[in-house]
């Protein structure tokens, strides 16, 4: 029994993960990615400047994933459209990899 | 008008317009001294202090004619004092009035004050009002006190003379215009102060000490 | 006779009157005295320079460190690290005293982060001037750099993609470091504002007067750096002098003098009066005031009318975690009230300064210093009192915290915090960062922690309101809750009585009153047999 259990929650544990990564982005470079996310978005979301202070721990996975996807929405749009999809698939790789929910957040006193 | 009354010039145009003046400026100064002192609020701290200082320098400046006319003229002599018929006054108004008895000290041209207001007068004119001055003035000027090499004082001791003093002459306000209504009739005197003509009783005389 | 005389007073007082109108309107018409003065004296716009630096050769080559950069500014201004090196912002030393006592790198402390540790601790040096905290020298461009940039990251990214191969990511790098190091200019409110805005931790934590809301601010926050008004930089009135910029409160005061442009064209034009003048107002008796308030207090009514300031710290609530992790509670203003690794917090907006006493010095503890835990130990303090010379009145940010003390040695002590150094931030051992940091200073530490409500002082001298804002006199002159109510020994017209007279005076008004009504009624009840008669 406790057998058929385990074999069941190892199954659906393969499953979720199948379906995690399916849906998951194709990983960009990271390092990069800190360089243009420092560059293009720290220059204005910091304390003391326009926009909301950001950094990899500001949001979880899931809102970085869905900021990506509609970033059309947002105020500073026509700055998204200045970068290449390269360029915005790495800023979310390395703000993914670093989110507050991620195994390893960026650590910001 | 009463059969035995006549009519004597009593008040001088500069005595008339000196009293009214003078009754205007204690108005301002009590209304506006009382708000800086925090006891209402009615025209806000600052406008009440430029209008108590602007007043209270008018005062000054007018109170210096005065004292010129009074020399000048020989009006001083009206505000010497005396204890003769002083009991009697206190006893007039005191009981006689209310039983209709004529006024003892009856007004006349030499002497327009009987002995309690000669005293009450000179009292007001040679020691409150100059000290409320001096006090008013030496408050105005708090800045200057060490250029001045007056130090010693204190804003405490200047400001408590000038209030006590600033009730005092409250206090006169309230009797003194109770007085007005003393008269044989009630608006008698005020009318006098306004005209210049008091009524006197025909029969009064004038008595040495009063026509010196 | 009479009459002429009648006449001679009317006149007179008539021309008093018309006087005392007319002095008034035309001082109404005649601008403030320093004003042109201080036009002159300032630079009112960004042509004061006769250099382009994207011209300069020097400036012309790759740098790859942020040394390289100092020596091509140094190439030119050869004294510039000289000057420098003895300022306060460089040593962050007291200039006024020997010796290592007083000063950031001191054994000064405060009650927010306590202490650098004398500049061991890396995050309190991040605001050092230099290209990393205290080491590599001077980084000219923290205050003249005209671009934001993070350099040590931006070298760091450098260096990777150069090794990684990266050319195109490298000459894009490199033509933002070019483009920066030729961006010169004299400092701006950012270049001030990257570390005075943001003292003791965060943005407005430290001064009520002094946040990132005057990097842009309205006139009716800030009426000399308005950007709808003055306009003002902070170089205005933080005039230079070999690069030691003046107005800095320590045990000296920022200006020993008081003198205006009126009367030394090159004093320094750091004080209100430097411009105003001890007389600016139209009215007389509000100038009277000016040798006993300072002008802040009247018009500066509020302190944090933009951007709330932290109050209150407490630190003996730090280290609390949720499933095993620091984390951060956010309350009003969206400011934390709550930080694993700093404690509870409370956060006020348009605060109502405390008055106190000063003739421009603060004195302030040591790590060195004895205290006496039994009481609330004031870190800091204005120095002064009434009848001093320079002394004023002046409004303050009272800073409260409940920060570690030793409880053998009765000394204020200096916890070691940064991450990037194992301290408590990490750690959350106070034991442990309380004894790396008491050696760090070279201080005994007896390993007994304990707690001290503290108080840490800040005179408010920013955020000056337009005039219309100033304060009205009843926020003093009043008779109760005025804002000098703390302030003894001296009688103010309006909050001061002397109650027995004022009973007493009362009294016999009121007695008076009752008399003359008595007597009135005895009157209208005695006339009836009058009128018989």
Known sequence: MLKKLTCLFLAAGFVFVLIGTATAFEQGNERKGKYMFRKNCRSCHQEGKSAEPLNPVSKTQAQWERAFERYERLECADEWEGLSETDRTDILTYLYNHAYDSPSPATCE | MNEQMKKIYLYTRYERFWHWLQMALIAVLLA????VHGVFSLIGFERAVDVHDFVGLTWLIAFFFFTFWLFTTGEWK?????????LIVIRYYSYGIFRGEPHPVPKSKKAKHNPLQRLTYLSLA????PIQMITGLLYWSYNSWGAWGLDFLTMGAVAFIHTAMGFGILIFVIIHVYMTTTGHTVFAHIKAMITGWEDVEKSATVEEWEAR | MQTRLHLICVITLAACLAFSWQTQAAEESSPAPGRAMARQAGIMSGDWTTAD??????LQQTFESGPEITEACLSCHSKADDQLSHTIHWKWLSPYEDGDLIGKAGYSVNNFCISTNKMEDQKCSSCHIGWNGKEDGINCLRCHGGADMDWQAQFKDYQFFKEMGETELVEEIQADIKKAVTDITRPTRQNCGSCHFNGGGGEAVKHGDLDASLIKPKRSLDVHMGIDGQDFSCTRCHTTQEHQVSGRVYSTPAVSERKSLVEDDLAPKISCESCHTATPHKDGKINDHTDMVACQSCHIPEFARAHATEM???????????????YIEKGKY?????K???GTFTWEKDVVPKYYWYNGSVAALTAKDVIDPSKTVRVSHPVGERGEDQSRI???KVHWANQPYDKVNNTLVTPLLSKANDGYWKTFDWQDSLSRGMEIMDLPWSGELGFVETTYVFPTTHMVAPKEQALDCRACHQLEDGRLENLAGFYMPGRDHFPMLDYGAWGLAIAALAAVLLHAIGRIMASPGKREE
């Open chain 3, 340 to 342: 694993s690794i700093k």
């Open chain 3, 53 to 58: 630096h994207s011209e300069m050769e020097k």
């Open chain 2, 126 to 129: 040679a020691v409150m009002l």
């Open chain 3, 312 to 326: 209150t710290w407490d630190w003996s609530e730090a280290g609390k975690l949720k499933d095993g992790e620091p």
């Open chain 2, 78 to 86: 009206q505000y010497i004092p005396t204890t003769r018929k002083m």
């Open chain 2, 32 to 35: 506006t001294g009382l708000e």
């Open chain 3, 334 to 338: 969206d400011r934390p009230v709550y």
């Open chain 3, 394 to 396: 002046f409004p303050f």
